[in-house]
């Protein structure tokens, strides 16, 4: 079974400070992919950031980061230079490679900057 | 080139009857999923379909259904609608069929409320 387990409802962060978002979870998988997509008030889900399982090197992609620690099994999110823009819900999700095309999504955290 | 395109945008239907939410994948993705989103709720895998075959499905009642066309649009389906079943509606397109690296894009949603 798949699982992906976001702690933090509610998280807020001044303008221009770093800001981590918890993410952990639980696979059958020997193979899987981490992604973390934000959802604006809009609705659509927009790509930030993609780890495999056997990548060696934490991702990044611009002010995004990927904190992998897989013997915990987390992959918290961590943004930096937070913008007023980055005020979205933020979620986490995972896809094994015995499990299709299938993402499975955690609760979400809602970040708010504050200028 | 344009993002996966769903409509309409925003529904609102009576208990028991029918609806139909529609989906353009990205051009030149052959795969669509259709997830649910209930409010304040990650999204939950409803469908995936491949070159117009059904690749997965979620846990849902036959009450939902999916099919794909052959320029790889897909329609979703909802007979007998329930209240639980206001909730934001989302399509994803991708490349391929499955992978973990596989990265999925979205579309902005149909908001469906039932009253």
């Known amino acids: 079974a798949q699982k992906i387990t976001q702690t933090q409802p509610g998280m807020f962060v001044q303008e221009k400070e770093a800001v981590t978002l918890d993410c952990t979870y639980d696979?059958?998988?020997?193979?899987?992919?981490l992604f973390w997509y934000k959802q604006p008030s809009s609705g659509e889900m927009i790509f930030l950031i993609y780890?495999?399982?056997?990548?060696?090197q934490n991702a990044t992609e611009g002010r995004y980061s990927l904190n992998f620690q897989k013997a915990r099994k987390s992959a918290n999110l961590v943004i930096s230079a937070s913008q007023l823009g980055d005020s979205a819900m933020y979620f986490c999700?995972?896809?094994?490679?015995?499990?299709?095309?299938?993402?499975?999504f955690g609760t979400g955290t809602s970040l708010t900057v504050i200028p | 080139d344009a993002g996966v395109t769903q409509s309409p945008t925003h529904l609102i239907k009576t208990r028991g009857q029918h609806v139909t939410l529609r989906c353009s994948p990205i051009?030149?993705?052959?795969?669509v999923s259709w997830y649910q989103q209930v409010l304040g709720q990650g999204p939950q895998f409803i469908f995936q379909?491949?070159?117009?075959?059904?690749?997965g499905r979620g846990n849902f009642p036959d009450r939902f259904s999916a099919r794909q066309f052959p320029n790889y649009s897909s329609e979703l389906n909802v007979n007998a609608l329930l209240l639980g079943d206001s909730a934001l509606y989302l399509c994803?397109?991708?490349?391929?069929?499955?992978?973990?690296?596989?990265?999925?894009?979205f579309g902005q949603g149909t908001r469906l409320t039932v009253v």
């Open positions: 999700a995972m896809r094994g490679s015995n499990t299709g095309n299938q993402f499975y």
């Open positions: 696979t059958s998988d020997q193979s899987y992919g």
């Open positions: 051009s030149g993705h052959k795969s």
């Open positions: 379909y491949y070159e117009k075959e059904e690749r």
């Open positions: 780890q495999g399982s056997y990548d060696e």
């Open positions: 994803a397109s991708s490349l391929v069929a499955r992978g973990r690296d596989t990265e999925a894009f």
